[in-house]
Each structure stands twice: as C-alpha cells, then as structure tokens.
C-alpha cells in the first residue's frame, strides 16, 4: 500500500500568498512500491483505462490516419525537448501498435466539415508553420514573429494568398516588429494575474510547479504584491539579461520542439488560428518568466534542463486544463491586447 504524502502548498487567503502543510491522497491506488502500475502488472495493458493506456500521448483521428502528439507533463516525455535534430514525423512506423480504445481521441471532421469551419486547408496551415518554426536561419523569436505575420494574413485557408504574401514579405516588416517597444510590465501583470486568480486560488499540489511559485512570491518577491511595480519589473530585467539573453542560442532547439509539438497537437485546430497563436506565445511567456526566476534564484545561467523542468511543471499543472485557456484568452482580449503587435511585444524583451 502507497504512503500519503506529505506536502506544502500556496493558497490565497486575504489576499495573501501562505504556506500550508496537506496529505496528498492523489496518488494513483494502483500503483506498486516500485511505482509501477498493478493491474498493467497483472492482467496487461489491455486492462487499463484508456486515459492510462493514452498518456502521454494525444492522439487525433484525422483524414490521414491516427495522429499522436506527446504532453510534456510526462517527465521522460519532457526530456525529449532536448534533441538538437528538428523533430522528424513517421507514417505508420514499423513495430508501432495502436491499443483499443474507445475514448480519449480527439477527432478532425471530413473536408466538408473542415470548410464548414473555415479551415479548408488546415492541413496545409499546420504543415506551414511546422516549417517556419523549424527554420532555423531565424532566431526563434523571429520565427515567432513570422507565424504570427502569416496567421494573422491568413482568412479562410487562403494558402494560395499567404504563399504570394510570404514571396514579397519584407524583410523590413519583420525588422520593425521586432523593433517593438518592449511590455516587461503588462507582461509580468499578464502572468502575475493568470497565476493568482487561475492557480493560487484552488492551490497547488504538483511539487515543480509549486516549487517555481515558491520562487516567484517567496524568494524573490517578484509577485508578492497587488501590483507589479517598476522595481520589479527592473529586477527582472536585470535577471533577463544577465542570466538569459546571452544564452538564448543554448535553449532555443527546446523551444522548437515545444512548439511543434504544440503545433501537431492540433491547437490550431481547436481553436481559431490567432488565437492558438495568443495561447503559444502566452505559454511561451509563462515558461521563459520562471526560467528566468530560477535562473535568479540560483544564481546560474539558463540551460535546457532549467527550460524543460518548467515546461513540465507547467504541463503537469495547467495545460490539461481547457479552461485555463479560456481564462487566458479572455485575459489578453480584455486588455485590448490581442492585436498582433501588442502580442508580439510580449517577446520583445
């Protein structure tokens, strides 16, 4: 039999961020002493739930066959972040064997059901920026900053129109929004009120996201307050660029992973193209603000194990969670911030 656990977690109480000590009872009743699962131990993989049977894996029904992306709330998955090669996609793959399961599959509709939907060449769209992130002569914030150019050009599918679009694109286009003034402020306000009113209310039981929390009020004080005041902001500034702008390069084949990942899990699919964009940069932000803290916290330079420890507390915590996006888009729309170059300003740090 499984010990509870015992563990410290951040709620808000009057509005102030405290520490208490609970019994985590979420433990899985069917896991073994040596974590393993009982009833995959003693009556095969057959036996499990499709949720157990799926995880990490999200897999789409599509016009092209079984489509499976990976969640990163999954440590070893997590790990895969770190291959340097661009993530290569198979057809059928030898030895692969798909299990029986009734549920827990996402499906895309037929053509008929994809115009219906305006995304007649969804297909196409996601190919595209698949390609872009993976185009590696642009940093990635550049290539960030394409994909939102193209996706906000594009209206109904219209491949042919963003093609002729994308051979006379200007250089100089990209240049200046780039050259946006930066919103460290909005973006640290952006994050602080996702995080207080969308995770600190109910608590957190998972450890590294708690841990990265504990860091952001706690020892640094960056979020401890009703406001995110100039102070603050300078603080992290100083930490973005003494322990993460120089190096950027060292990091930037996990954040390409990350995305096409996020890419092939079908978000652009699900919801409407510049929205799934808003959602990519929003995770984007969040994961490079508590690389940073840590990277404060420890006093050490930003590496891949730091960036793919948080992409997975995050994943473990709040990507599951289809109403976490809502609360977010809802966020960036409230504030009038979902214009392309006010989203793209987020990155400009």
Do not use: W
């Amino acid at each position: 039999k499984l010990h509870d656990r015992i563990k410290t977690l951040i709620v808000v109480e009057d509005g102030e961020q405290k520490e208490i000590t609970v019994v985590d009872r979420s433990v899985c009743r069917f896991l073994a002493d040596d974590g393993l699962c009982m009833i995959q131990k003693k009556y095969g993989v057959e036996a499990l739930s499709d949720t157990c049977k799926t995880f990490p894996r999200n897999i789409f029904i599509t016009e092209r066959g079984y489509e499976i992306s990976i969640s990163y709330a999954c440590p070893t998955a997590a790990m895969s972040l770190k291959e340097k090669a661009p993530v290569e996609f198979y057809l059928d793959p030898d030895g692969y064997q798909f299990l029986e399961i009734n549920e827990q599959l996402g499906r895309i509709g037929s053509k008929v059901d994809l115009l219906k939907a305006g995304k007649g060449n969804y297909f196409e769209v996601e190919e595209m920026l698949v390609d872009i992130v993976q185009f590696r002569e642009m940093d990635i914030d550049t290539r960030l900053i394409l994909m939102g150019i193209v996706l906000d050009k594009l209206k109904d599918g219209d491949m042919a129109g963003i093609r002729q679009y994308l051979q006379n694109l200007d250089a100089e286009i990209i240049s200046q929004l780039k050259g946006l003034p930066s919103q460290p402020a909005f973006m640290m306000k952006l994050v602080k009120e996702a995080v207080d009113k969308r995770l600190l209310q109910g608590g957190i039981s998972e450890k590294k996201m708690n841990k990265l929390l504990g860091i952001a009020y706690g020892t640094l004080k960056l979020l401890n307050e009703e406001s995110v005041s100039d102070e603050k902001v300078k603080r992290f500034l100083e930490g973005y660029n003494k322990y993460y702008k120089p190096n950027i390069e060292g990091i930037s084949h996990v954040f390409e992973n990350y995305f096409v990942n996020f890419i092939f899990s079908k978000k652009f699919y699900t919801y409407k193209y510049i929205d799934a964009f808003f959602l990519m940069i929003f995770f984007y932000v969040l994961i490079r603000f508590f690389s940073v803290t840590v990277c404060m916290a420890e006093d050490r330079a930003v590496d891949e194990d730091i960036v793919v420890n948080v992409i997975n507390a995050i994943e473990r915590t709040i990507v599951h969670n289809t109403n976490y996006y809502k609360d977010v888009l809802y966020l960036v729309k409230e504030g009038d911030y979902h214009r392309l170059p006010y989203v793209i300003s987020l990155m400009n740090l």
